[in-house]
């Protein structure tokens, strides 16, 4: 073989070489990533950004921390959700541990499983330790079911520093003792959730992190077609007798209210054996906050909502069901439910089936299934308690 053929031959050799280590790191550098190359990022003034990027593709950047959010241009004419594709969930993700990471996983899982919608955003409200493994996890979900999904986070202290009036008013009648699990602010974001959210933001969903999806959350979106033009919010019914607990005085005052009573009171006698049971009337077990759909843009605009939140109108209104709760901006949707009913739509259990049977234990087992009755196919678990959500 002559000297210029084996020269030839080492120089190819090298470039095959070459050519494969090029490879290896074309395959393992986020600088030949498409999500790399196809990420958009949009700087609004005054610290105020967005994390949107093309509607085809999945956001796997690492959102910049934003007090607000810009959503979707607003299109005149036609169906107000389909049109404006407002898709957004907010979800509190503080103080990580190794649970709430898990619930957290769960509910992504969930969530981007059985997920239609190609414009759905994440508004993650964290602390900038949680907010590394929120963002973590988001990422893998996202790579894994290959949807196209937005996600924002912003910073619960700047949060909950827009709703200060709001806590103060909320926490004298709503919280247990101070440092409690439902004495922190956070419990009471969704009821400011206006205030933190974009201005241009007219709905969205705010969903507890121990929910686990069965369903597309689209036809959840679906469910504000269903509300009448004065509810502002939308939530299922409470599945406990917690609040006939709280109530113990106001009953016993009151012995005929519904106020405190399960859902499903009562069933017309000789009709049991009925596939669909008839009920002559509802009872008002309260409302559960685990997952709240809120009308931004009627709320911004409820002269009545605004003054419920005073300070004079939460001492009058918990005074006059001489009322002392612990669970936070749920115990006020709840008392306002009752006073306004028009104001918040009433979501089928089905779309948050509680699954906590803590108060089966302590001193209401007599009555504790009429609560804990749901009809349906369930849509939506809710692990509240830490309770295990059927597989």
Known sequence: M?????KMNKILLFLMLASGFLLIIYANSDLFSKHFLLRYRKTVPKSTATATT?????SLAATPRAEAIHAPPVQPGGNDLEDHQEFNIFIIYTKENYQLQKKFELFTKSLLKFSTVDKLHLHIISDRKSEVSAEKILKEQIEHYRKSVYFTFYDVHKSSEKIKDIVQAMMPFFSSNPGSYYSDALFYLSLGLHRIADPQMNR?????????????????????KHFSTD?????????????RHILYRYRANYPNTSFGSPYFYVTTPGRKHLKHKQHVRHGYPGLNSGIVMLDLKRIRESKLFQESLKEEYVQQIANKYMFKGHLGDQDFYTLLGYEFPSLIFRLDCVWNRQLCTW???????DVFDAYFHCEGNIRIYHGNCN?????
Do not use: Q
Not at 2 to 6: E, G, L, P, V
Not at 232 to 241: K, M, R, S
Not at 360 to 365: L, M, V
């Open 2 to 6: 002559s000297k210029i053929a084996m």
């Open 54 to 58: 093309p509607a085809n593709v999945i």
């Open 204 to 224: 969205a969903i705010l969903i507890d992190c121990d929910i686990v999806f069965r369903t597309d959350v689209r036809l959840l979106f679906d469910e504000f």
């Open 231 to 243: 509810n502002i919010f939308g939530l299922a019914p409470e599945l406990t007798p917690v609040y």
């Open 359 to 365: 108060w089966k234990d302590h001193g209401y087992s």
């Open 387 to 391: 309770t295990r959500v059927p597989e």
